[in-house]
C-alpha cells in the first residue's frame, strides 16, 4: 500500500484541534504534524482543502441502512449496509439484532461473525450489540412482543467471542445472572426497554450493567421520589447512548445530558433501521411495517421505530444545538465507542501506530473521503 499525506487540514485529536496540519499513514497512523508538509517523498499527496479530518467513525448500535437489516442474516445485505455507512464516515460497526425468534436471531448472529472474520467492503464489522429479547413487555417500543424470552445464556453462549453489547431490561426474571455473566466475559450489559425501578438498576450495578441504551427511550423516566433508570443514568458512573437526531428528544435534553454526564461519558448512535440512506416511504423493522416521513421512523401506531439517522448528521446536530467542543462532540462517535467495546488501544483515535481509520469533512462538516486501514472506501467526488 502507498503512503498517503494529507495536508492542508484540520487534524481533531481528543482534546485539541491542529490546524492547517498534515498526516502521514499507510494502513496505521504513521506521523502527526502541527505543520503543513510539503516535502515528504513517495507518498500520494491528497489536499485536505481546509476541511477537518477524524478518526473513523463508530456506531455501536445500528439495525440497518440502505434498504437491508442485520436481521436477514444475509452476507450481501450485511456488505450493503457497510458500504453506506462508509458514505457517512463510519469505519466500523455493531449490526443490531431485535427480539425475534431464537432462530433468526442465532442466524444473525453467524452471519455477522462471518462478516467479521470475512470482512466487508465498506465500515468494518466489530462484532454485535444484541438488543433482547430479554426486555420489558412494558416497554416494548418498536420491538416484537411475541417474540420475549426471559433471559438465558443458552441463546447467546456459544456466540460471545463476537457480542459486544446486550441490552436487556435488569428487573426481569434471571436478567442479574445473565449480566453477571456478560460482565465475566467483558460484555457491555446496557440497560434498556425496561421498566425498572432506580433500586433494580443498583443491583445490576453492582453485579457489572454500566451502560445505557438509547438514554430517554423505552425506559422509566425521572421523577424527584421515584428516580427510575433515567435517574439512575444520571447517578452512577455509567455510560449512555444518545439518539442525537432531534426527534427521539427535545435538544435541550441533549445539552443537559451532555452536561451532567460530561462528554467522556456519553456515545452518540444512529439506532439506524433499513431506510437510512433512503428516501421517504415504508420499510421494515423486525417484520414490523415502519412508515418514514418527515426525517422519523415509526410504526403506524405512531410509536418510534429507530430512526433513520447517520453519526455525522449527529454531529452536525450537536455543533449546532449545543456549546459542545469539536473534539469533545467528535469522542462521542470515535474514542469513547472504541473504548466501551474494548478496542479503544487501536481504535477511535488518531494517534500514531493506530489503524488509519479516518473520516474527512469539508469545512460543513459534510463527510467528503472514508479511508479504513488506509484504504479509500468512499469518495464524494469520485
Do not use: W
Request: aromatic letters at 6%; a negative charge.
Amino acid at each position: 500500500m502507498k503512503r498517503k499525506l494529507i495536508k492542508n487540514i484540520n487534524i481533531i485529536l481528543e482534546d485539541r484541534i491542529l490546524r492547517n496540519a498534515s498526516l502521514i499513514f499507510s494502513d496505521k497512523i504513521e506521523k502527526i504534524s502541527a505543520y503543513n508538509l510539503t516535502e515528504e517523498n513517495d507518498v500520494e499527496k491528497i489536499d485536505g482543502e481546509g476541511g477537518y479530518i477524524s478518526a473513523g467513525l463508530i456506531d455501536t448500535h445500528i439495525h440497518g441502512a440502505g434498504g437491508h437489516d442485520t436481521m436477514e442474516a444475509d452476507s450481501e445485505s450485511l456488505n450493503n449496509i457497510s458500504k453506506v455507512l462508509a458514505r457517512y464516515g463510519v469505519t466500523s460497526f455493531l449490526p443490531t439484532t431485535m427480539t425475534m425468534s431464537s432462530k433468526d436471531i442465532q442466524a444473525a448472529l453467524e452471519n455477522i461473525r462471518e462478516a467479521k472474520i470475512n470482512g466487508t467492503d465498506g465500515a468494518r464489522v466489530l462484532g454485535t450489540h444484541v438488543e433482547g429479547p430479554f426486555i420489558s413487555s412494558e416497554y416494548i417500543g418498536a420491538q416484537n412482543i411475541d417474540y420475549l424470552a426471559k433471559p438465558n445464556r443458552e441463546l447467546l453462549r456459544n456466540y460471545y467471542d463476537i457480542i459486544k453489547v446486550v441490552t436487556l431490561a435488569p428487573e426481569v426474571e434471571g436478567a442479574l445472572e445473565l449480566i453477571e455473566d456478560l460482565t465475566e466475559n467483558n460484555i457491555t450489559a446496557s440497560a434498556g426497554h425496561s421498566a425498572a425501578a432506580y433500586e433494580d438498576f443498583k443491583k445490576a450495578f453492582h453485579l457489572g450493567m454500566d451502560h445505557f441504551s438509547h438514554l430517554y427511550n423505552a425506559m422509566t423516566g425521572l421523577h424527584h421520589r421515584s428516580p427510575g433508570l433515567v435517574g439512575a443514568a444520571l447517578d452512577f458512573d455509567t455510560t449512555v447512548e444518545l439518539i442525537a437526531d432531534l426527534i427521539h428528544h427535545h435538544p435541550a435534553v441533549d445539552r443537559m445530558t451532555i452536561n451532567a454526564k460530561g462528554a467522556d461519558k456519553v456515545i452518540l448512535v444512529s439506532d439506524a433501521m433499513e431506510a437510512a440512506g433512503l428516501k421517504e416511504g415504508e420499510y421494515e423493522l423486525g417484520g414490523q411495517k415502519v412508515i418514514v416521513k418527515d426525517s422519523a421512523a415509526r410504526l403506524a401506531d405512531g410509536r418510534l421505530a429507530g430512526s433513520v439517522l447517520t453519526l455525522d448528521k449527529a454531529v452536525r446536530n450537536l455543533l449546532e444545538i449545543s456549546s459542545n467542543s469539536i473534539p469533545d462532540i467528535f469522542k462521542m462517535v470515535t474514542a469513547n465507542p472504541a473504548d466501551k467495546i474494548s478496542l479503544g488501544h487501536r481504535l477511535g483515535r488518531i494517534k500514531e501506530g493506530f489503524r488509519a481509520d479516518l473520516a474527512v469533512f469539508n469545512d460543513s462538516f459534510e463527510v467528503e473521503k472514508t479511508f479504513k486501514e488506509g484504504e479509500l472506501i468512499y469518495c464524494k467526488k469520485a
